[in-house]
Protein backbone atom coordinates (compact mmCIF):
# COMPACT_ATOMS: atom_id res chain seq x y z
CA UNK A 1 0.00 0.00 0.00
CA UNK A 2 1.32 3.77 -0.50
CA UNK A 3 1.26 6.65 1.94
CA UNK A 4 2.33 9.98 1.61
CA UNK A 5 3.62 11.81 4.52
CA UNK A 6 3.54 15.00 5.11
CA UNK A 7 5.22 16.45 8.55
CA UNK A 8 3.84 19.94 8.98
CA UNK A 9 0.55 20.51 9.37
CA UNK A 10 1.17 24.84 9.30
CA UNK A 11 4.06 26.40 8.16
CA UNK A 12 4.83 30.15 8.44
CA UNK A 13 7.33 32.01 6.31
CA UNK A 14 8.07 35.62 5.74
CA UNK A 15 7.85 36.75 2.63
CA UNK A 16 10.94 37.28 0.19
CA UNK A 17 12.36 34.23 2.24
CA UNK A 18 12.47 30.95 1.18
CA UNK A 19 10.10 28.32 1.04
CA UNK A 20 10.32 24.24 1.68
CA UNK A 21 7.07 21.83 1.95
CA UNK A 22 8.15 18.44 2.75
CA UNK A 23 6.52 15.29 1.18
CA UNK A 24 7.86 11.64 2.17
CA UNK A 25 6.21 8.95 0.20
CA UNK A 26 5.88 4.97 0.82
CA UNK A 27 5.38 2.73 -2.39
CA UNK A 28 7.10 -0.04 -3.39
CA UNK A 29 7.19 0.65 -7.09
CA UNK A 30 7.78 3.46 -9.15
CA UNK A 31 5.31 6.24 -8.20
CA UNK A 32 4.26 9.28 -9.86
CA UNK A 33 4.14 12.18 -7.74
CA UNK A 34 2.42 15.55 -7.67
CA UNK A 35 1.58 18.73 -5.59
CA UNK A 36 -1.77 20.21 -5.56
CA UNK A 37 -2.80 23.66 -4.09
CA UNK A 38 -6.07 25.01 -2.80
CA UNK A 39 -5.99 28.70 -2.27
CA UNK A 40 -8.59 30.19 -0.52
CA UNK A 41 -12.44 29.68 -1.58
CA UNK A 42 -10.91 27.78 -4.45
CA UNK A 43 -10.83 24.30 -5.59
CA UNK A 44 -8.32 21.83 -5.85
CA UNK A 45 -5.58 22.00 -8.44
CA UNK A 46 -2.80 20.77 -9.79
CA UNK A 47 0.53 22.81 -8.83
CA UNK A 48 3.10 20.24 -10.54
CA UNK A 49 4.47 16.99 -11.45
CA UNK A 50 7.54 15.49 -11.04
CA UNK A 51 7.21 13.93 -14.49
CA UNK A 52 7.22 17.28 -16.13
CA UNK A 53 9.94 18.32 -14.17
CA UNK A 54 8.40 22.19 -14.59
CA UNK A 55 8.70 25.32 -12.31
CA UNK A 56 5.16 26.53 -11.90
CA UNK A 57 4.61 29.86 -10.18
CA UNK A 58 8.18 29.55 -9.02
CA UNK A 59 7.57 26.28 -7.75
CA UNK A 60 10.16 23.11 -8.22
CA UNK A 61 10.33 19.66 -6.51
CA UNK A 62 12.58 17.03 -7.17
CA UNK A 63 11.89 13.37 -6.91
CA UNK A 64 14.22 11.83 -4.56
CA UNK A 65 14.06 8.19 -4.84
CA UNK A 66 16.60 7.57 -2.28
CA UNK A 67 14.96 9.33 0.42
CA UNK A 68 11.55 9.08 -1.06
CA UNK A 69 11.04 12.20 -0.73
CA UNK A 70 9.21 15.23 -3.20
CA UNK A 71 9.57 18.38 -1.39
CA UNK A 72 8.20 21.50 -2.81
CA UNK A 73 10.23 24.61 -2.84
CA UNK A 74 10.54 28.58 -3.89
CA UNK A 75 13.51 30.27 -3.34
CA UNK A 76 11.31 33.79 -2.59
CA UNK A 77 7.61 33.32 -1.29
CA UNK A 78 5.29 36.00 -2.16
CA UNK A 79 1.63 36.57 -0.22
CA UNK A 80 -0.37 34.77 -2.63
CA UNK A 81 1.38 31.65 -1.97
CA UNK A 82 -0.77 31.63 0.94
CA UNK A 83 -3.20 28.64 0.51
CA UNK A 84 -3.08 24.55 1.78
CA UNK A 85 -0.69 22.66 -0.37
CA UNK A 86 -1.27 18.72 -0.75
CA UNK A 87 1.21 16.40 -2.26
CA UNK A 88 -0.39 12.78 -3.75
CA UNK A 89 1.27 9.74 -5.24
CA UNK A 90 -0.43 8.42 -8.34
CA UNK A 91 0.27 4.34 -8.31
CA UNK A 92 -1.45 2.74 -11.90
CA UNK A 93 -3.84 0.09 -10.95
CA UNK A 94 -5.66 -2.24 -12.91
CA UNK A 95 -7.81 -0.83 -15.84
CA UNK A 96 -5.72 2.62 -15.72
CA UNK A 97 -7.00 3.40 -12.27
CA UNK A 98 -4.58 6.16 -11.40
CA UNK A 99 -5.91 6.85 -7.96
CA UNK A 100 -4.40 9.82 -5.76
CA UNK A 101 -3.20 9.01 -2.36
CA UNK A 102 -3.08 12.45 -0.83
CA UNK A 103 -0.87 13.28 2.38
CA UNK A 104 -3.03 15.63 5.39
CA UNK A 105 -1.15 19.02 4.25
CA UNK A 106 0.29 21.85 4.84
CA UNK A 107 -1.27 24.79 5.26
CA UNK A 108 1.50 27.32 4.33
CA UNK A 109 1.30 31.22 5.76
CA UNK A 110 3.38 34.25 4.19
CA UNK A 111 4.02 37.02 6.94
CA UNK A 112 4.36 40.14 4.68
CA UNK B 1 -16.28 24.46 -20.66
CA UNK B 2 -16.29 25.58 -17.13
CA UNK B 3 -14.76 22.50 -15.55
CA UNK B 4 -15.90 19.87 -13.19
CA UNK B 5 -19.16 20.74 -12.05
CA UNK B 6 -20.85 19.36 -8.73
CA UNK B 7 -24.39 19.70 -6.96
CA UNK B 8 -25.54 20.48 -4.38
CA UNK B 9 -22.70 22.33 -2.79
CA UNK B 10 -23.86 22.20 0.56
CA UNK B 11 -26.03 19.68 2.08
CA UNK B 12 -27.63 19.21 5.43
CA UNK B 13 -29.46 15.98 6.23
CA UNK B 14 -30.42 14.11 9.35
CA UNK B 15 -29.33 10.73 10.60
CA UNK B 16 -30.87 7.91 8.46
CA UNK B 17 -32.27 10.10 5.87
CA UNK B 18 -30.41 8.82 2.08
CA UNK B 19 -28.38 11.61 -0.02
CA UNK B 20 -27.54 11.85 -3.65
CA UNK B 21 -24.54 14.00 -5.15
CA UNK B 22 -24.19 14.94 -8.58
CA UNK B 23 -21.03 14.90 -10.24
CA UNK B 24 -20.49 16.34 -13.91
CA UNK B 25 -17.17 16.18 -15.74
CA UNK B 26 -15.31 18.09 -17.97
CA UNK B 27 -16.55 17.05 -21.43
CA UNK B 28 -14.79 13.77 -23.19
CA UNK B 29 -13.28 13.33 -19.83
CA UNK B 30 -13.73 9.43 -19.73
CA UNK B 31 -12.11 8.77 -16.27
CA UNK B 32 -14.56 10.05 -13.52
CA UNK B 33 -13.00 9.26 -9.49
CA UNK B 34 -14.42 10.40 -6.38
CA UNK B 35 -12.91 11.02 -3.12
CA UNK B 36 -13.64 12.28 0.62
CA UNK B 37 -12.53 14.82 2.44
CA UNK B 38 -12.45 14.82 6.45
CA UNK B 39 -11.20 17.52 8.63
CA UNK B 40 -7.68 17.77 8.54
CA UNK B 41 -7.28 15.26 6.14
CA UNK B 42 -6.42 15.18 2.65
CA UNK B 43 -8.67 13.36 -0.06
CA UNK B 44 -9.29 9.80 0.43
CA UNK B 45 -10.16 7.76 -2.68
CA UNK B 46 -13.86 6.36 -2.82
CA UNK B 47 -14.20 5.12 -5.89
CA UNK B 48 -13.50 5.07 -10.09
CA UNK B 49 -14.97 4.96 -13.17
CA UNK B 50 -13.86 4.30 -17.13
CA UNK B 51 -16.77 5.47 -18.78
CA UNK B 52 -19.78 3.91 -17.73
CA UNK B 53 -17.76 0.94 -16.14
CA UNK B 54 -17.55 1.07 -12.14
CA UNK B 55 -13.64 -0.83 -11.52
CA UNK B 56 -12.67 0.00 -8.00
CA UNK B 57 -14.11 0.72 -4.98
CA UNK B 58 -12.50 1.38 -1.96
CA UNK B 59 -13.03 -0.07 1.42
CA UNK B 60 -13.80 3.02 2.81
CA UNK B 61 -16.80 2.65 0.73
CA UNK B 62 -19.27 0.91 3.15
CA UNK B 63 -22.70 -0.70 1.33
CA UNK B 64 -24.64 2.01 2.11
CA UNK B 65 -22.73 4.14 -0.96
CA UNK B 66 -23.59 3.42 -4.12
CA UNK B 67 -22.33 5.28 -7.24
CA UNK B 68 -23.33 5.51 -11.01
CA UNK B 69 -22.13 6.63 -14.32
CA UNK B 70 -25.00 5.27 -16.41
CA UNK B 71 -24.29 7.20 -19.41
CA UNK B 72 -20.54 7.54 -19.25
CA UNK B 73 -20.99 11.13 -18.63
CA UNK B 74 -22.47 12.49 -15.52
CA UNK B 75 -21.64 10.81 -11.93
CA UNK B 76 -24.45 9.76 -8.91
CA UNK B 77 -23.25 9.38 -5.65
CA UNK B 78 -25.90 8.16 -3.29
CA UNK B 79 -25.34 7.07 0.70
CA UNK B 80 -27.91 5.50 1.93
CA UNK B 81 -29.09 5.80 6.04
CA UNK B 82 -26.76 8.61 6.50
CA UNK B 83 -24.47 8.37 10.07
CA UNK B 84 -22.63 11.41 11.47
CA UNK B 85 -19.66 9.75 10.18
CA UNK B 86 -20.58 10.25 6.70
CA UNK B 87 -19.93 14.62 6.96
CA UNK B 88 -17.38 14.97 5.23
CA UNK B 89 -16.67 17.06 1.90
CA UNK B 90 -17.45 14.62 -0.97
CA UNK B 91 -14.82 15.74 -4.35
CA UNK B 92 -15.79 13.94 -7.83
CA UNK B 93 -12.54 14.65 -10.06
CA UNK B 94 -12.65 13.90 -13.88
CA UNK B 95 -9.53 13.35 -16.25
CA UNK B 96 -8.93 11.98 -20.05
CA UNK B 97 -6.43 9.26 -20.97
CA UNK B 98 -3.49 11.31 -22.77
CA UNK B 99 0.50 11.44 -23.41
CA UNK B 100 1.58 11.59 -19.94
CA UNK B 101 2.09 8.49 -18.28
CA UNK B 102 -0.37 9.49 -15.52
CA UNK B 103 -3.33 12.14 -16.33
CA UNK B 104 -3.76 14.93 -14.77
CA UNK B 105 -7.40 14.93 -12.90
CA UNK B 106 -9.43 17.76 -12.51
CA UNK B 107 -11.29 18.41 -9.19
CA UNK B 108 -14.90 19.97 -8.67
CA UNK B 109 -15.90 22.02 -6.07
CA UNK B 110 -16.89 19.55 -3.81
CA UNK B 111 -20.24 18.83 -1.88
CA UNK B 112 -20.41 19.46 1.96
CA UNK B 113 -22.14 16.99 3.50
CA UNK B 114 -23.44 18.06 7.35
CA UNK B 115 -25.18 14.91 9.33
CA UNK B 116 -27.40 15.86 12.11
Known amino acids: AQRVTQPEKLLSVFKGAPVELKCNYSYSGSPELFWYVQYSRQRLQLLLR??SRESIKGFTADLNKGETSFHLKKPFAQEEDSAMYYCALSATMNFGNEKLTFGTGTRLTIIP | DTGVSQDPRHKITKRGQNVTFRCDPISEHNRLYWYRQTLGQGPEFLTYFQNEAQLEKSRLLSDRFSAERPKGSFSTLEIQRTEQGDSAMYLC??????????????FGPGTRLTVL
Open chain 2, 93 to 106: ASSKRGKASTDTQY
Open chain 1, 50 to 51: HI
